[in-house]
């Protein structure tokens, strides 16, 4: 008698049941459709990943995988994220955030996430605004956007999240758009196997606040060069690149941060314990 072999698991199984509430037409459904994607390529079991978000119309993506989730606060999802794969180096951990969540209040968090290299992989859907508090400028956005918020534009230059990703000392720095999911799939694919800390930056159209970014569709285009494992040299590339090359820029060869030198953290129970009052 044969033995019954298990049916591989499809983007679908990753889906929940609760109903986006983003706009129509907003780019963070695509993002949602990559990552269910990657996971299915990656036949990783919904209950051995978690993704972890903070607070914005992007971070609202856990609760539309049937993975583990949790909904953070406003610019910590990368310390619930390495706290959470520090205990529980079997889970494979996404953290999801957005330009305002990632780059402004999570700023900080984000230098040291890069440093710390824990293993584990940080998407940031970035729409050059803060969409959920109705457009405010973020540090992506452009100088020179004139919204009702900042009448004129802030006169500000943008945050290059992706030169201070490698300056910081993340693993692996890829740059991806929602409009193409099954290209943003295998990038997110990529970043989940690659060890130690994955920044992967999604250009994601903020259609009601940003409604420009229609246009992103017809600016971006696949990087002219592949990979390198050179942080200087990607570094180089991405000050003097137009914004928009999409794909794998930096893959490092960091070994993954390990609490106290090679020593895995105890048993949760141990850890637990030890809070006892
Ligand atoms: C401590 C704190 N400060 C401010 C806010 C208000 N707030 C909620 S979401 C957000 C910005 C979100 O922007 P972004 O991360 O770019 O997400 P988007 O909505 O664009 O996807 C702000 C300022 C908050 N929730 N908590
Ligand atoms: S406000 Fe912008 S980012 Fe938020 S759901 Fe709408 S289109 Fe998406
Ligand atoms: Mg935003």
Redesign the pocket.
């Known amino acids: 008698m044969s033995a019954t072999v298990p049916s591989p698991l499809r983007p679908h199984d990753y889906k929940s049941d609760v109903k986006p509430v983003w706009c129509p037409g907003c780019g ?1 459904y695509h993002v949602l459709i990559a990552l269910t994607r990657a996971l299915a390529e990656l036949q990783v079991p919904p209950e051995k990943v978690a993704v972890v978000s ?7 993506i856990p609760a539309y995988t049937t993975c583990y989730g949790f909904h953070g ?3 910590r999802s990368l310390a619930l994220g390495a706290g959470l794969k520090l205990v529980r180096p079997d889970l494979t951990v996404v953290v999801a ?10 700023g900080n968090h984000f230098l040291h996430a890069c440093r710390r290299n824990v293993d584990m992989t940080y998407l940031v ?9 109705k457009g ?1 400028p ?1 540090p992506t956005t452009e100088p020179d956007i004139d919204t009702a918020l900042a009448p004129g534009g802030t006169g500000l230059r943008p945050f290059n999240p992706l030169v201070i990703a490698l300056a910081s000392g993340a693993n692996f720095v890829a740059r991806a758009f929602s409009g193409n999911p099954p290209e943003t799939a295998g990038i997110i694919a990529e970043a989940v196997r690659h060890p130690g800390f994955s920044f992967v930056e999604i250009l ?1 159209p ?1 259609v009601t ?1 940003r409604p420009d970014q229609k246009a992103w569709k017809d600016r971006v285009h696949r990087a002219p060069v592949d990979a390198t494992d050179d942080a200087a040299r990607a570094a180089r590339r991405l000050m003097t690149d137009d914004g928009f090359n999409l794909g794998v820029l930096y893959r490092g060869n960091r070994q993954p941060y390990r609490p106290h030198g090679n020593e895995q953290i105890g048993e949760l129970a141990e850890l637990e314990k030890e809070f006892e009052l």
């Not at 955030?97 to 999570?106: A, L």
């Not at 859907?125 to 508090?133: A, K, L, Q, V």
């Open positions: 963070d903070g607070i914005g119309c992007s971070s609202r606060v406003h610019g955030s957005g330009d305002g969540d990632g780059y402004s209040i999570g859907m970035d729409n050059h605004i803060y969409g959920m508090t405010q973020s994601s903020c606040y």
